[in-house]
């Protein structure tokens, strides 16, 4: 501990560099994958806004379960869904396993008022917060 305490004091400009370069990759990760939306604000921004919730995995996933109200369009089907969304007066929210797909999606849709859900299902379930299963067609 003790070296390093000695480097930061003999190499002030280098440590002052790694620092800004730590912030501005915080920075930049936030900005790149979007706004993102707590599982307990989740709630309120679809009672207040109506927003569209919408599940990016694919239909095996979401039909073992997923958030109540939430619409299933796989994200490797998002581009036929573009117009769309864009058109869409509602808020979006995109939700996937643990949220960085979330982010691609949100790009791609360039949707004025959209979220990305923060940590996606996976979040969601640690919260102990509930999913819905969608009923199996026999």
Same mark, same amino acid.
């Given at each position: 501990? #003790?070296?390093?305490? #000695?480097?930061?004091?003999?190499?002030?400009?280098?440590?002052?560099?790694?620092?800004?370069?730590?912030?501005?990759?915080?920075?930049?990760?936030?900005?790149?994958?979007?706004?993102?939306?707590?599982?307990?604000?989740?709630?309120?921004?679809?009672?207040?806004?109506?927003?569209?919730?919408?599940?990016?995995?694919?239909?095996?996933?979401?039909?073992?379960?997923?958030?109540?109200?939430?619409?299933?369009?796989?994200?490797?089907?998002?581009?036929?869904?573009?117009? #769309?969304?864009?058109?869409?007066?509602?808020?979006?929210?995109?939700?996937?396993?643990?949220?960085?797909?979330?982010?691609?999606?949100?790009?791609?849709?360039?949707?004025?008022?959209?979220?990305?859900?923060?940590?996606?299902?996976?979040?969601?379930?640690?919260?102990?917060?509930?999913?819905?299963?969608?009923?199996?067609?026999?």
């Amino acid at each position: 501990m #003790e070296r390093w305490l #000695e480097f930061m004091g003999n190499h002030p400009f280098l440590f002052g560099a790694l620092g800004v370069l730590i912030v501005l990759f915080f920075v930049l990760e936030g900005q790149r994958n979007g706004r993102k939306i707590s599982p307990q604000s989740l709630g309120i921004l679809v009672k207040a806004k109506n927003a569209i919730l919408i599940d990016l995995r694919d239909g095996k996933d979401f039909r073992d379960g997923h958030i109540s109200g939430s619409r299933n369009i796989p994200y490797s089907q998002i581009t036929s869904h573009l117009d #769309e969304l864009k058109a869409s007066d509602r808020p979006l929210v995109f939700i996937c396993n643990l949220g960085q797909v979330a982010g691609s999606a949100l790009q791609k849709v360039g949707h004025a008022d959209s979220y990305r859900l923060d940590g996606g299902i996976s979040n969601w379930k640690a919260q102990g917060l509930p999913l819905v299963k969608s009923k199996t067609k026999a």
